[in-house]
Nanobody
Framework: QVQLVESGGGLVQAGGSLRLSCAAS????????MGWFRQAPGKEREFVAA????????YYADSVKGRFTISRDNAKNTVYLQMNSLKPEDTAVYFC?????????????????????WGKGTLVTVSS
């Protein structure tokens, strides 16, 4: 079992930055692909970014490429999402998730359906 707890959300003006963190419990953290997803009001949950277990491969949604950076520190069982140049359309609840085949490489967008563990989310609000 893996438990995930997100933090770092809040209110920021357009053009600003936030850093989300996701702390994981469990000894097998480094086996999992970690992903960030988001869900805006009235919309479906969508993929944002993912990183492989060892951190060697990453993938981003086109909407955030060049502005967001995903990283992980396996010694701290934590994954991060650095969000720069935020836009009002980035407003959403951001979820951290873990899953996928053990030691998988990330080569494309990750479906929420393959993620086994989810945090409760943290709200990011970007004002114009």
């Amino acid at each position: 079992q893996v438990q995930l707890v997100e933090s770092g959300g809040g209110l920021v003006q357009a053009g600003g930055s936030l850093r989300l963190s996701c702390a994981a419990s469990g000894r097998t953290f480094s086996r999992y692909v970690m992903g960030w997803f988001r869900q805006a009001p009235g919309k479906e949950r969508e993929f944002v970014a993912a990183i492989s277990g060892g951190g060697g491969s990453t993938y981003y949604a086109d909407s955030v490429k060049g502005r967001f950076t995903i990283s992980r520190d396996n010694a701290k069982n934590t994954v991060y999402l650095q969000m720069n140049s935020l836009k009002p359309e980035d407003t959403a609840v951001y979820f951290c998730a873990a899953g996928g085949p053990p030691f998988a490489v990330v080569t494309g967008p990750v479906s929420p359906d393959i993620m086994d563990y989810w945090g409760k989310g943290t709200l990011v609000t970007v004002s114009s």
